[in-house]
Nanobody, 120 residues
Framework: QVQVVESGGGLVQAGGSLRLSCAASGSIFSINAMVWYRQAPGKWRELVAAITSGGSTNYGDSVKGRFTISRDNAKNTVYLQMDSLKPEDTAVYYC??????????????WGQGTQVTVSS
């Protein structure tokens, strides 16, 4: 069984910063992509940032230049550094991990999400 747990959310003023963490644990042989999504009330879930096992990154247009994704492969953990936060960044942030089992099967596991609220 694999678990994905996000942490680091909270309340911050506009212009401030937060750092989210997402740790995967369990019967994982290797991790491929690690992805952050977010969903605000009444809106579709959207891609925030993604990082591959090789370190290639991709960002949603609304966060480019403000958010930075990174990962620690030894800890099976991905981070999202969020700077210059805006009220429109308010959402539940979800982590998604694409991993491979020892039987060479690929799976995607989602975390439960962490709330980020940015006040104006």
């Amino acid at each position: 069984q694999v678990q994905v747990v996000e942490s680091g959310g909270g309340l911050v003023q506009a212009g401030g910063s937060l750092r989210l963490s997402c740790a995967a644990s369990g019967s994982i042989f290797s991790i491929n992509a690690m992805v952050w999504y977010r969903q605000a009330p009444g809106k579709w879930r959207e891609l925030v940032a993604a990082i591959t096992s090789g370190g290639s990154t991709n960002y949603g247009d609304s966060v480019k230049g403000r958010f930075t994704i990174s990962r620690d492969n030894a800890k099976n953990t991905v981070y999202l550094q969020m700077d210059s936060l805006k009220p429109e960044d308010t959402a539940v942030y979800y982590c998604n991990v694409e991993w491979t089992s020892v039987r060479d099967r690929s799976y995607i596991t989602w975390g439960q999400g962490t709330q980020v609220t940015v006040s104006s």
